[in-house]
């Protein structure tokens, strides 16, 4: 059974704070990662993607890979009370066409 | 606005009937998916339409069915449902094989059982 794992939080911050969100995964062939966020009682929106080992950036959000030690993290800048959400992780498995998610981290930003 | 669409979006059920969950995308993707979310364990793959023609198991196929009713409509089937079918069902859709973009989902079903 391929699995997605991320603590469940909650993980609090203080404004303007970094928030830094975890997730390990198990299927090493996986080749694709994102991250949604999902505020309560609303659907999941995808808010960042990545293919290769390293860091990529996008405004407040920077997502970093590592796929010999089968992590991938999120990290938020600058956080802001509006942040908060559930944040899920997920992979590619089984040929590309499915994604497996995490149950996701709970992120509470406080004034 | 283009998208997914999804209808209901709350129902109650008594045990043993039966409904059909409804699910659109106007964005001309080839691949739709049903998810459910309990507390707790995320989202579960039940079925999966990778290309028009062709549907699969996914994760928690049980009690479920679907239809690929043509590129645009994938749908939901509870043919007897449960109180374990009591949850939030979401349907995706996304480009392709390679989910270069990830998915984008719809609104949301809540469904109860009782």
């Known amino acids: 059974q391929k699995e997605v794992e991320q603590n469940s939080g909650p993980l609090s911050v203080p404004e303007g704070a970094i928030a830094s969100l975890n997730c390990t995964y198990s299927d090493r062939g996986s080749q694709s990662f994102f991250w949604y966020r999902q505020y309560s009682g609303k659907s999941p929106e995808l808010i960042m993607f990545i293919y290769s080992n390293g860091d990529k950036e996008d405004g407040r959000f920077t997502a970093q890979l590592n796929k010999a030690s089968q992590y991938v993290s999120l990290l938020i800048r600058d956080s802001q009370p509006s942040d908060s959400a559930t944040y899920l992780c997920?992979?590619?498995?089984?040929?590309?066409?499915?994604?497996?998610f995490g149950a996701g981290t709970r992120l509470a930003v406080h004034p | 606005n283009a998208g997914v669409t999804q209808t209901p979006k709350f129902q109650v059920l008594k045990t043993g009937q039966s409904m059909t969950l409804q699910c659109a995308q106007d964005?001309?993707?080839?691949?739709m998916y049903w998810y459910r979310q309990d507390p707790g364990m995320g989202l579960r793959l039940i079925y999966y339409?990778?290309?028009?023609?062709?549907?699969d198991k996914g994760e928690v196929p049980n009690g479920y069915n679907v239809s690929r009713l043509n590129k645009r409509e994938f749908s939901l089937r509870l043919e007897s449902a449960a109180p374990s079918q009591t949850s939030v069902y979401f349907c995706a859709s996304s480009e392709g094989l390679r989910q270069l973009y990830g998915y984008t989902f719809g609104s949301g079903t809540r469904l109860t059982v009782v």
């Open positions: 339409s990778a290309s028009e023609g062709t549907t």
């Open positions: 964005m001309n993707h080839n691949s």
């Open positions: 997920a992979v590619t498995t089984g040929g590309y066409n499915k994604l497996i």
